[in-house]
């Protein structure tokens, strides 16, 4: 079992940035491949950005290319999502996910990740 508590969500201007956190606790997550995925109220969860289980590959939505980062650093079990030049539109619960499949870039389905975190709300006023 993999647990992932979610932080550094909040309220931010358009055009300002926040950084998310995931952090992870009961397996290393150097095992997985991790995601992010957001949902707003009234919409599907969808899918944001996904790294390799080394770093050494990334794969993002296009709404959010040159915008976003997504990084890890397996020695602190911690995934980010460096998020710049947000936009109304971005305004989500933000979500870490955990797929077992560690090599893999380009699963991006709700359905390919065995473990979830709770999410954490990030509001972008315009």
């Known amino acids: 079992q993999v647990q992932l508590v979610e932080s550094g969500g909040g309220l931010v201007q358009a055009g300002g940035s926040l950084r998310l956190s995931c952090a992870a606790s009961?397996?290393?997550?150097?095992?997985?491949?991790m995601g992010w995925f957001r949902q707003a109220p009234g919409k599907e969860r969808e899918f944001v950005a996904r790294?390799?289980?080394?770093?050494?590959?990334?794969y993002y939505a296009d709404f959010v290319k040159g915008r976003f980062t997504i990084s890890r650093d397996n020695a602190k079990n911690t995934v980010y999502l460096q998020m710049n030049s947000l936009k109304p539109e971005d305004t989500a619960v933000y979500y870490c996910?955990?797929?077992?499949?560690?090599?893999?870039?380009?699963?991006?389905?709700?359905?390919?990740?065995?473990?979830w975190g709770r999410g954490t709300q990030v509001t972008v006023s315009s």
């Open positions: 790294i390799i289980w080394s770093g050494g590959s990334a």
């Open positions: 009961g397996r290393t997550i150097s095992s997985y491949a």
């Open positions: 996910a955990a797929d077992s499949q560690a090599g893999a870039t380009t699963r991006l389905s709700v359905a390919s990740y065995d473990y």
